[in-house]
């Protein structure tokens, strides 16, 4: 018997050795998420809000942010989480035994100087009890291009009597065609030579060229230049229709002209409104209607939805 106790107080004394020697289990990091999860785009002095949401299996520590360049001076965690016990601009300390946080919003103010393109990368560590976990938020500097609308519109002229019911204006805002009556927010005034002249015969117009107020009073008709919208227009070549998109029509500049004359399918004519809004029209296909017939003239237009400021 006494044999056997020996053996037993060994073996157990084994076991208790095996088990003192098994390595520790690794602590379960933190979950740390955020939103908006993309690559951020604005220009200095702007904004960027980011939402982290924060949780843990045992209590939460902090929660840090670090930037690769220096942050604008109004960076900082905003207070509005109760899980919050105190704050810096760059760290939040929970509430103590807490283990979850959600909703807690960061403000980055993308600061001067960065230069357009440059990428500003935020570090954000979640600390708990036993572990962190990281996660990061992008902003990239600079202004988002204008968004663009496409419209298709067929102008109409009659040389003789521009009468009521041709429609020789557009408005580049909505791509609609007016009569010279209701031409107030119209961009673009279409028109043709009674004789077919050299030079004039299909032309656009901006809406308060003097020109269209001979043009109308010899078809013994009132337009006033006083209410209508000023265009700068300029003919262009070396247009490829398909890649103006509305990031080329952010950096596209504008003569001063207010007439441009000689137009021809195919050909492009560049336009500023008093607005901003910056678009190009490509003729399409002509209809020629003679002295006293009914002309036309279909314009393609890529035009952006809001005004470029350059």
Request: proline share 3%.
């Amino acid at each position: 018997m006494k044999k056997l106790n020996v053996l037993f107080f060994a073996i157990a004394a084994m076991a208790i050795g095996f088990t003192s020697c098994k390595p520790s289990e690794p602590a379960v990091p933190p979950t740390l998420t955020i939103s908006p999860s993309t690559e951020q785009l604005a220009a200095e002095g702007a904004t960027v809000t980011f939402t982290l949401n924060c949780s843990s299996d045992v209590e939460l520590k902090t929660l840090a942010v670090s930037a690769s360049t220096v942050g604008g001076a109004n960076s900082g965690f905003q207070d509005n989480a109760t899980e919050i016990q105190s704050k810096t601009a760059t760290e939040v300390t929970f509430v103590k035994s807490n283990m979850s946080a959600t909703g807690i919003m960061y403000d980055y103010v993308v600061p001067a100087g960065q230069g357009a393109g440059t990428v500003i990368t935020l570090t954000f560590t979640l600390t708990d009890k036993d572990a962190n976990a990281t996660i990061t938020g992008t902003v990239k500097v600079g202004t988002a291009a204008p968004t663009m609308n496409t419209f298709n519109a067929t102008l109409t002229a009659q040389a003789t009597t521009a009468g009521s019911t041709n429609k020789s204006f557009f408005d580049a805002a909505d791509g609609l065609t007016y009569l010279y009556t209701t031409a107030t927010t119209s961009d673009l005034a279409f028109m043709r030579h009674s004789t077919l002249k050299a030079g004039a015969k299909y032309s656009l117009r901006s809406p308060d060229d003097a020109s269209l107020v001979t043009i109308y009073s010899a078809n013994s008709l009132t337009y006033s230049t006083s209410d209508k919208n000023t265009t700068k227009l300029e003919k262009k070549t070396g247009i490829v229709w398909a890649d103006v998109t509305g990031d080329y029509l952010s950096t596209l500049t504008v003569a001063t002209g207010s007439i441009v004359t000689d137009l021809v399918e195919g050909d492009f004519v560049a336009f500023k409104t008093e607005d901003g809004l910056v678009g190009i029209a490509k003729i399409g296909a002509q209809v020629d209607g003679s002295i006293y017939g009914l002309s036309t003239m279909v314009i393609d237009v890529k035009v952006t939805a809001t005004p470029v400021t350059k």
